[in-house]
């Protein structure tokens, strides 16, 4: 009896010297892991500040030479009068009638290929910089 309580304390005494060096780098790993939670969410703040500062042209995501465009009438129509132009000024933006946006618009047709990159510089468009076009071309 003597001797099982001498292994029960010895035994017990070792588990607890194990444990406490298990305990230490388990503690290291979740001060590490907070320290680098804390880090993320600063280095993401950088990342949102910055894109604030971003021009608005440069923000918006350009297709790439070649890339497959598409046309969506409705967004096309909702950005033309977010840009405050009418048809007509539209048009003369890119190179074609009133008419023709209005059918674009309606779905009656859609822009042929070689129209596809004017309307995608449209969409880098600013409110001034489209009426700074339209004065550039001559009302």
Not at 15 to 42: D, G, I, M, P
Not at 66 to 94: I, T
Request: some cysteine; glycine content about 8%; charged content about 30%.
């Amino acid at each position: 009896m003597l001797l099982k309580g001498e292994i029960v304390r010895l035994s017990r005494s070792e588990v607890r010297r194990q444990l406490k060096t298990t305990l230490q780098l388990a503690r290291q790993q979740r001060t590490h892991v907070a320290s680098l939670r804390r880090e993320v969410e600063a280095l993401e703040r950088e990342v949102r500040a910055l894109r604030k500062r971003l021009p608005r042209s440069t923000n918006e995501a350009s297709p790439a030479p070649g890339a497959a465009q598409r046309f969506v009438k409705k967004g096309f129509r909702s950005h033309r009068e977010r840009l405050g132009l009418s048809a007509a000024d539209c048009g003369r933006l890119l190179g074609v009638s009133a008419q023709t946006i209005y059918n674009w618009e309606r779905g009656a047709s859609n822009p042929p290929r070689s129209q596809m990159g004017s309307i995608a510089m449209l969409r880098t468009l600013g409110k001034r910089d489209a009426q700074a076009r339209l004065s550039q071309l001559g009302s």
